[in-house]
């Protein structure tokens, strides 16, 4: 007589089963995913040696100063035979954009390519061979300086037999509206559109414009300056200081390390556009002590003053700074020099000297 499982022994068992899923199938799903993505490495590594093959064959087309750039789309490269019509992203599936970018760019005698992997949204497997080819000059992402001089720099075509096409129409969208031209005084991001039509077939590339600002303020500091000491009092700090930035917008000037002490001092001046962009730069005060003209009839020595003492006086109410250059020690009237960092009233018994 054969005994059947107990419900103990099922639950037990689906017990096991679950913990087991709970440790594979994680496992299992990373390991899916990490393959995925090596073979999308894969693939715009054979994206790369499409474009490679393509210019070895198109070397006319080719950047010849250095640091130049050129543009090409994987649609090129598809009607040029150089890549297949259905290759697809192996982590999701979906066809790779027709549009998707591969710049290359001359350096050091050597031709480098940069697939963007981010770049493209025109998804379909349309191709045309007939039509004509199309490339940028430069990348197909430029930036411009705020009330900087965008710098076109245009697009080169031929047909299919190879043959140069020198008509090239170049329209500017801004917001999906057409405008006349890029204005550079606004952050803005526009679309250049540069379409070739040639036996009844067009082609067509896009590039975008950003209007940014990366520059930090022009920040005019005068050079260092030499004071007496009673002059440190009425000193104007920002006498001479402008900050002025590429934006035209008004740019607020920080201070730092500035005091009313008659000694010498590195002041810290920064300016910060909204885009915080900064510059810093610093000034030296420079306290400068002239010689006594006052002459001490009572006898004593005459006292020096250390790094750390300042020469201080009472007027009657209040107790202010002074300079050597002024009578500012006489032991009957009990003025004397004291510790900068300490406050005696006259008449104490501790001197700072």
């Known amino acids: 007589m054969k005994k059947g499982f107990t419900l103990a022994e099922l639950l037990g068992v689906l017990i096991v089963l679950a913990v087991i899923s709970m440790i594979v199938f994680p496992i299992i799903s990373e390991t899916i995913k990490t393959n995925k993505e090596k073979l999308y490495n894969s693939q715009l590594e054979e994206i790369k040696s499409g474009a490679e093959k393509w210019a070895y064959s198109n070397t006319e087309m080719l950047p010849t100063n250095s640091e130049e750039s050129?543009?090409?789309?994987?649609?090129?490269?598809?009607?040029?035979?150089?890549?297949?019509?259905?290759?697809?992203?192996?982590?999701?599936?979906?066809?790779?954009?027709?549009?998707?970018?591969?710049?290359?760019?001359?350096?050091?005698?050597?031709y480098e390519f940069f697939v963007d992997a981010e770049s493209g949204t025109d998804i379909d497997n349309e191709v045309n061979s007939?039509?004509?080819?199309?490339?940028?000059?430069?990348?197909?992402?430029?930036?411009?300086?705020?009330?900087?001089?965008?710098?076109?720099?245009?697009?080169?075509?031929?047909?299919?037999?190879?043959?140069?096409?020198?008509?090239?129409?170049?329209?500017?969208?801004?917001n999906g509206v057409e405008v006349s031209n890029v204005d550079t005084k606004k952050f803005e991001t526009y679309t250049a559109i540069y379409s070739v039509i040639n036996n009844g077939y067009t082609s067509h590339i896009t590039r975008t414009i950003v209007i940014r600002d990366t520059t930090a303020p022009d920040l005019v500091v005068p050079e260092a300056i030499e004071l007496l000491p009673d002059e440190i009092a009425s000193f104007n700090l920002m006498a001479g200081v402008s900050a002025t930035d590429n934006s035209g917008e008004t740019?607020?000037?920080?201070?730092?390390?500035?005091?009313?002490?008659?000694?010498?001092?590195?002041?810290?001046?920064?300016?910060?556009?909204?885009?915080?962009?900064?510059?810093?730069?610093?000034?030296?005060?420079?306290?400068?002590?002239?010689?006594?003209t006052y002459t001490d009839n009572s006898g004593a020595n005459s006292p020096k003053l250390l790094n750390n003492m300042i020469p201080i006086k009472h007027d009657g109410s209040n107790w202010k700074y002074t300079d050597v250059s002024q009578k500012w020690y006489d032991y009957d009237a009990k003025e004397w020099a004291i510790n900068s960092g300490v406050s005696k009233k006259v008449g104490d018994t501790t001197k700072g000297l």
Request: proline fraction near 3%.
């Open 70 to 110: 050129v543009t090409i789309t994987l649609l090129e490269l598809k009607k040029a035979g150089f890549l297949a019509l259905d290759i697809r992203n192996p982590i999701t599936g979906e066809l790779l954009p027709n549009d998707m970018v591969v710049t290359i760019t001359l350096k050091n005698n050597n």
């Open 130 to 174: 007939d039509s004509p080819i199309i490339i940028l000059n430069g990348n197909f992402i430029e930036y411009v300086e705020i009330n900087g001089t965008y710098d076109e720099k245009g697009a080169i075509a031929k047909d299919k037999d190879g043959n140069k096409i020198d008509d090239i129409q170049i329209s500017y969208q801004l």
């Open 251 to 292: 740019i607020n000037i920080e201070t730092r390390d500035f005091d009313r002490l008659p000694i010498d001092k590195v002041i810290e001046y920064s300016a910060c556009d909204s885009h915080n962009n900064c510059v810093t730069k610093r000034r030296l005060i420079k306290i400068i002590k002239e010689e006594t």
